[in-house]
Every structure is written in structure tokens, then in C-alpha cells.
């Protein structure tokens, strides 16, 4: 059998933006903000910045060095380092990008109706009701379809012209979009309140040992770690990149849309007086909430409504593009497909794994709490222990392009002792939380 070339990006900023693409989705553009107001503000961001910068940033240098050392998906490229031994540790991830993608692709569905209603129709005062009505059964079935064939399109279009391209257009889209409405709601009257409360600083908040699992379970999923996106796309690369400096970027710019994102939404929900609605739920807040504020402004809410929904849908669907990835790439590594075939047998296949979710909200809920606390933060924690202490030489392979970099020893230390250290005591409170969430399910 001939060996095809692997394929590479086309260039530097192509693949910053493909792997920003991945991270910034709807966990960021909504949960980060939804997260920082109910735990303490400021305290909250403190917090989060200090996991992203011990836990997650190493974990992501991690995922780069694995994938772009080894120039395999995640399953080979864990034996190409590890041994047979670690190749399972591969299909866990495989399976992950199966779990997220399928119940990604029904909330994304749910922001494609928004999209088109605010467009078309403007939202009514009911929305609270008509949720419950559209998030659930054939209709948001159909949307997850469409989201779905689009992301397949895209992976099965390739690295080069499918996702970076993809990323190339939709990326500074997504940048405007955000900031253009993030400066709109400076121009609120009656948001000043929405600032205090989404900023409002309270460390007390920040002690329970339930804020730390939720901020670092939202800094896997926002960063799209523990389940080998970041990998998969570290082995695109060429020996040239600098990994310490891409994983910076990538970082920052998805710690810093999440961040305006949480100014766009607090004082729009505050200048509409539905501040007592924050709270419902994450969803709620998203789809309920303020699709009533967009209700309450006319004609001006049918716009900004439009806008604000056309950049979830951007940011989902370059996020789901990297989770279908990890499946395509690992199908056409392993078991020798075509991309194409890859593309649209694993996507059809997830695309009929999202029925529960598509069906039922609670199964939904429960997917994303069992992908959230026991696939990434589980993943993550067995991908720190591989890199830190069963490959061979990650510092030399770290090095490759990053010549003069002196902190590849703190990395190293980071993955070895801190990183586990902080994970174990964070699924130590999340699994049984998750088991008890899924035996509710079920009874
Ligand atoms: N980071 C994406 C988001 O915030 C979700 C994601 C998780 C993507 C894991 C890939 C891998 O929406």
C-alpha cells in the first residue's frame, strides 16, 4: 500500500486559527461568562486564570508535542511514543470526540433555529416556552443534521482546503462579530449593573471545592483538551512551529473571547431588567434569557439578535470541525480510509448518536457532564502522566523549533507533579457527582 504524504498546514497563521477555531465555541462563549457571574466574578477569573496557566496551557504544549512529534492521530501517535500499552488511551479519546460531537452538534442546531429566527422573525416574548418545544424531538433533530453535514463538508473538504480555510475566513468573523457587539452594549443604557455583577469580586465564592472541579473541567472543554483535538492537530505541523509560543496564543485568544463574550451578554440581559433570570440555568440563560432581551429591543434586537447568534454558530462549527477530526484522522490513519469515506461514515455515525440528546434535554445534560468530568479531565490527567513520565524524551522533541526557550524543566515539573496533583483532587469530587447524575438518569 502506498503511504500518502501527510498533509500539512499551509502556513503558521493557518494553523492558529484552525486550533483558536477549536477552542473557541459555545463552552467559552457562553459558559465562561455564565460561570464567572455565579462564582464570584473577578475571583472567578482569577481563579481560571491560574488553571489555565498550570493546567492547561501544559497540557495543551503536551498534546502539540505528541501529535507533532509522532505526525499521527491520536491512536498511533500514543504507541508511536508509548507503546502498545498506551494506544488505549487513544481510543478513549476517539470515543470522546464520538460523545461530545454527537450532543455539540444538537446545542449547535439550537443556535442555527435562533440564528434564523432572529433574522426572519424576531423573537417573541414566549421564547421560554418555545424552547422547551424546539430543543426537543424532530425539529431539533433536523438542525442537528444540518450542523452536522456542514461540519462533515468542511473535514471531508481536508486540512488544507476544508479547515483551514474554514478557519482562515471564519475566525476574524467570529473576532468582529464579538467586539462589535461587546462595544454595541457599551451604549446601554441601565448596563452599568450588568458589569458590577458579571465583575463583582468575591473570593469567598471561589473556596468551595465545586468551583475549582468547574473551573477546570470549563478550562479542558474550553480549551479543547484531554481528548487529543490539540494533538490531532499539533500533527499537521511542520518541525519549524514553535509549540511554547502557539499554545500562548491560543490560549490567550480563547481565555480573551470568552472573556468579552461575558461583556456582550451581562449588560444586554441587565439593560432589559431580566437580571432575575441569570440564574435559571447555562442554557436558560443562553437560550431563554436572552433571546428575551433581543425580543424587548424591536427591530434593533432583530440585528444584534442575528449577530450574536451567527457567532455561536461560527464558533460552533469550528469547534466541531476539530472534534470530528480526531475521529476522520484516526479512521484514515488506522484503518486506511479515504478521508472522504472517513468524513462522512464517522459523521453520519455521531450524527445518529446525538437522537438521545436530540430527544431528551436531561440526556443531554448528563452527556456533557460525563464528557466534561470524566473523558477531558480523565484524559488529561492520563496524558500528563504519559508525557511526564513514560515518553521517552519530551524536552528534545519540545525543543524543535524553540530553540532558546528556557522553561521546558518547569513544563516537565508542571506535567509531572502539579498538573496530576490538581486533577486528582478535582475528579475526586466530580466522579461520584457524575455516576450519581447518570443513576438518576436511568431511574
Ligand atoms: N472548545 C470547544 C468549545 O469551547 C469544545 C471542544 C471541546 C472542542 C473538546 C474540541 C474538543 O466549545
Redesign the pocket.
Known sequence: MAVAVREHWSSRSGFVLAAIG???????MWRFSYLTAEHGGAAFVVLYLAITALVGLPVMLAELVVGRGSQKSPIQALQHFGGPAWKSLGFVFVAAGFL?LAY?GVISGWTLRYAATALFTGFGTDVADEFMDIAQGRDAFALHVVFMIATIAVVAGGVKRGIERTAMILMPVLFLLVCGLALYATTLDGGAPGYRYYLQTDFREILSSDVLTQAAGQAF????LG?G?MLTFGSYLGRDNNLPDESLIIAGADVGIAFIAGLVVFPLIFALGLSERVEESTVGALFITLPQAFAGMGAVGRLVGTLFFASLVV?ALT?AI??LEVVVSSAIDGLGWQRRRAAWVMGGLITVLGAPAAWNIDFLGVMDQVANNLF?LGGGLALSLFVGWAMKDPIAEVSVGAEGTRWFFLWRTLLRFVVPSILLVVLYDAVPKTFTSVANLFR
Open positions: 477549536s477552542a473557541v465555541g459555545l463552552g467559552n461530545i455539540y472543554f474550553s480549551l479543547s481528548m483535538a464558533g469547534s476539530s472534534l477531558l
